[in-house]
């Protein structure tokens, strides 16, 4: 079993993660809700985020195992429903990448197996851009 890299969460993201995780009934997602309980258990909290780190609603651009590269925005649930280029935080994907710096690297299990992901480049989600650094 690979060791898994350090994450990183901002405390909004967290209450509302948690919250989210909260209002979920477990039935066949049971295992996925599992996993992001798991990975905020451990994740590091810090204010502010760095820039180049997965926030909700930030644009990410990632490399899998094969070479192939996607671009998609880390979302709530219920706005994943309203486009192909957003990834619900609740799929194997979306928890996988959540609290990912550029560079690093994750092995994670998802339906029909393993999957190794590989964060190229993040954009902070809009309006976080423009706060300034304490």
């Not at 901002?10 to 996925?32: I, W, Y």
């Not at 599992?34 to 502010?48: G, I, K, S, T, Y």
Request: aromatic share 2%; hydrophobic share 40%; with cysteine.
């Amino acid at each position: 079993m690979s060791r898994n890299p350090r994450i990183l969460i901002s405390p909004s993201d967290l209450d509302s993660l948690q919250r989210l995780l909260e209002q979920q009934e477990a039935g066949r997602d049971a295992l996925f809700l599992e996993r992001l309980d798991q990975e905020l258990a451990r994740a590091e909290v810090v204010e502010p985020l760095p820039p180049g780190v997965v926030a909700m609603n930030s644009t990410v651009v990632f490399e899998d195992e094969t070479g192939l590269r996607r671009q998609l925005k880390l979302c709530y649930p219920r706005d994943a429903r309203t486009g192909a280029d957003c990834v619900s935080v609740l799929a194997p994907i979306g928890s996988a990448l959540l609290g990912l710096s550029e560079g690093q690297r994750i092995e994670w299990e998802v339906p029909g197996g393993k999957r190794r992901l590989h964060v190229l480049a993040v954009s902070a989600p809009p309006g976080l851009a423009e706060q300034p650094a304490a």
